[in-house]
């Protein structure tokens, strides 16, 4: 510790022990200029950042469209699965268990990340591998472990549904006639093998699949106008950061949670990654969690490489406009093992926890950050990611600092299917 951070540290104890002689009421942390300069940075939690890449982004037809498909199953192989099949509203849109289960029963690879304040991300999936949330939604739909459909089967019930077809036209003028079954196939997918659907794609002309391609990604924009009204905010955080320093704050998060906070932006370091209103950098670190089994999972490395090979990505042609970052992305090889730093508000209700979900609760992942042996080598992550031996008190002061995160609830009509999609 530098000798200007202990000499704060000690002014911060000395003020506390002053504070809670005097008449502040008992549960009033007093914090330093330079906390509270910390602790404004990660409130209140502004609107999402445009999204270049959807001009529908802020349509609110294209958000009851997309929140329609969000929760309609028959955009799957077996009409089993929707997007509210693991992203569960009541479970804060995580699953509440170590992976999603898709059509037919299957385990996805990865644990099931939290929705709640996607529209906030730079970057999709725990490997980043899209690069905007209506291109994020095009890879579940055609997974064969998790909707298992395909993009014909999509565009076809899409146009023959008559309130789907209705909302979408609205939104996005009229659907191509997909009618002729010799030019527009029943099954049909760009899969990169010999089944039978990836055979139907390729006797489809390039003008047809193109039309295809574009009902399609006009879906998943729909869906991800839907995502952005998902947000955390307005959590007790947020209150005791909106007053801090005065008599009010105080009673907004209990004296614990505030310890907390201090341990979070002081000695744990968490807010170098965790930062900001989100509480994520939006980038991606190899925090070096103990192995759960499995081949190693190269993280960001192998999603860079699919993110620059997706013709749905924002350079691509059915893109809006190009998304700042794509132009700065490359696979470096020191980028593997490392996955986005999620975001914190809400994190109580969406464990468990990691892109392994190996962790069932918030102490658990605690005592990792806690008692950690392996420290990872790569990009200059050793100096951040130490041990940090908490103490049982610590650890509970952070924990309720992590609870006191959780937004105010979600209105009722965000969690269900709309009673109409237009
Ligand atoms: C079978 C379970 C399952 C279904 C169904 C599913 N997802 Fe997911 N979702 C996951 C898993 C697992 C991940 C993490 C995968 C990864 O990072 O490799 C994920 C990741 C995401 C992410 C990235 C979040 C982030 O922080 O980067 C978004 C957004 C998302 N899903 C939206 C959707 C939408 C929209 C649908 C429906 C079209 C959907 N999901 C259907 C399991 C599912
Ligand atoms: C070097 C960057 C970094 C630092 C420092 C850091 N984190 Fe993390 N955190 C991450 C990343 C990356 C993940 C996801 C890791 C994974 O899934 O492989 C994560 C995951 C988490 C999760 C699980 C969230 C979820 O939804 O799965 C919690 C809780 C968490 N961190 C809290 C903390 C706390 C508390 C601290 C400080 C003691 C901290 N983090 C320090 C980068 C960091």
Redesign the pocket.
């Known amino acids: 510790m530098s000798q200007v951070t202990f000499a704060k540290l000690a002014t911060a104890a000395i003020s506390i022990a002053l504070s809670a002689a005097a008449t502040e009421p008992a549960d009033a942390l007093e914090f330093t200029d330079s906390e509270i300069r910390i602790i404004r940075q990660h409130s209140p939690l502004g609107p999402p950042p445009p999204d270049p890449s959807n001009r529908f982004a802020e349509d609110p037809a294209a958000a009851r469209l997309g929140q329609s498909l969000f929760f309609d199953a028959r955009f799957s192989a077996n009409n089993d699965v929707s997007c509210a099949t693991c992203h569960i509203p009541g479970l804060g849109f ?1 699953n509440g268990a170590q992976r999603g289960t898709g059509t037919g029963g299957q385990l996805t690879t990865r ?1 099931v ?2 929705l709640l304040n996607n529209a906030y991300n730079r970057w999709f999936f ?1 490997d980043g591998r899209a690069d905007s949330a209506w291109s994020q939604a095009t890879q579940p739909l055609e997974n064969p472990i998790e909707h298992g459909a395909d993009r014909l089967q999509i565009a076809h019930l899409a146009s023959h549904t008559p309130e789907i077809r209705a909302a979408y036209e609205r939104v996005f003028g009229s659907m191509p006639d997909l009618s002729d079954r010799t030019r527009f196939p029943e099954h049909a997918a760009p899969t990169p093998d010999v089944s039978p659907r990836a055979r139907a794609w390729r006797s489809m002309s390039v003008a047809d699949q193109h039309a295809v391609d574009r009902v399609f990604t006009n879906l998943t924009k729909a869906i991800s106008a839907y995502e952005r009204e998902i947000v955390s905010r307005d959590s007790a955080f947020d209150r005791f950061a909106a007053n801090i320093g005065s008599h009010e704050s105080a009673s907004a998060i209990p004296e614990s949670a505030q310890r907390g906070l201090r ?2 932006v002081g000695r ?3 807010r ?3 930062s900001g209103p989100n509480f994520s ?1 939006g980038e ?4 070096a ?1 103990p192995r759960s089994g499995g081949l190693r999972d190269t ?1 960001r490395w192998g999603g860079t490489r699919r993110l620059l090979m997706d013709p749905f990505n924002s350079g691509g042609t059915f893109s809006d406009g190009v998304r700042p970052v794509l132009r700065f992305v490359a696979p470096r090889q020191d980028s593997s093992g ?7 508000r809400g ?1 109580a209700r ?7 979900g190996q ?1 069932k609760t ?1 102490r658990e ?2 005592n990792f ?2 008692t950690r042996e392996n420290i990872p080598r790569t990009h200059g ?1 050793q100096g ?2 130490r041990r ?1 031996d908490f103490t049982e008190s610590e650890l509970d002061d ?1 924990e309720a600092f ?1 609870e006191s995160l959780t937004g105010r609830p979600l209105p009722q009509e965000l969690l269900t299917a709309p009673p109409s999609p237009e």
Do not use: Q
């Open positions: 995580a644990h990340p939290t725990w341990l979070f744990g370091n968490c170098l990654c965790h950098d991606f670190h190899d925090t969690l993280g490392a996955f986005k730093t999620p975001t914190l994190v969406t464990g468990p926890y990691m892109h392994t962790f918030l992942v605690l950050y806690s992550e951040i990611i940090l952070l992590l």
